[in-house]
């Protein structure tokens, strides 16, 4: 299986901050990943696929990067409802894997 | 718009089935993608637990596999999930989702516990 890891695992930012999330994947996965955004008690929602597409209503503060096994997610300028868990999860190789979170705080 | 939502028993006796469906509205299941299933244990992270595509083909996590069938029914424009022989371990949100790749639209997920 492809391992993915994120880091920070937490990161505690203030609004109008520029935060960064990292995902790496165990092997290569060319452009196919995804970065999800929950919010408590609620489904994930998509905000990047193909590593760096912007999903359609997604605040264009948010942008991604990255192709083989290293990948970026870029907030901007963080606004207050930003402070959610994001996910990144590939999408190369069943089965598909999540990493395990970075929660913005 | 596409929407997707999960019913099922939210309680599950230990080493009985778990049994949920995904109803899709705004979008024929027949007609493109693959639809899955995702959990995300109280607290935890999101595992994929399968996913049935376009065709018909499954494909399973390897780590339930022996525990796993996902099914179609076009005619109701559904899919479901069967979990067999679950312990507490099973407990979690299930997730049910579109993904022409990625996974594009999600329904709002359904708890289910296992406990007798």
């Known amino acids: 299986d492809i391992q993915m890891t994120q880091s920070p695992s937490s990161l505690s930012a203030s609004v109008g901050d520029r935060v960064t999330i990292t995902c790496r994947a165990s092997q290569s996965i060319g452009s196919w990943l995804a970065w999800y955004q929950q919010k408590p008690q609620k489904a994930p929602k998509p905000l990047i696929y193909g590593a760096s597409i912007l999903q359609s209503g997604v605040p264009s503060r948010f942008s991604a990067s990255g192709s083989g096994t290293d990948f970026t997610l870029t907030i901007s300028s963080l606004q207050p409802e930003d402070f959610a868990i994001y996910y990144c999860?590939?999408?190369?190789?069943?089965?598909?894997?999540f990493g395990q979170g970075t929660r913005l705080e | 718009q596409v929407q997707l939502q999960e019913s099922g028993p939210g309680l599950v006796k230990p080493s009985e089935t778990l049994s949920l469906t995904c109803s899709v509205s705004?979008?024929?299941?027949?007609?493109?993608?693959?639809w899955g299933w995702i959990r995300q244990p109280p607290g935890k992270g999101l595992e994929w637990i399968g996913s049935i595509c376009h065709g018909g083909t499954t494909y399973y996590n390897a780590s339930l596999k022996s525990r796993v069938t996902v099914s179609v029914d076009t005619s109701e424009n559904q899919f479901s999930l069967k979990l067999s022989s679950v312990t507490a371990a099973d407990t979690a949100v299930y997730y049910c989702?579109?993904?022409?790749?990625?996974?594009?639209?999600w329904g709002q997920g359904a708890l289910v516990t296992v406990s007798s």
């Open positions: 989702a579109r993904r022409p790749n990625y996974f594009d639209f």
């Open positions: 705004g979008f024929s299941i027949r007609s493109a993608y693959c």
């Open positions: 999860q590939q999408y190369h190789t069943y089965p598909m894997t």
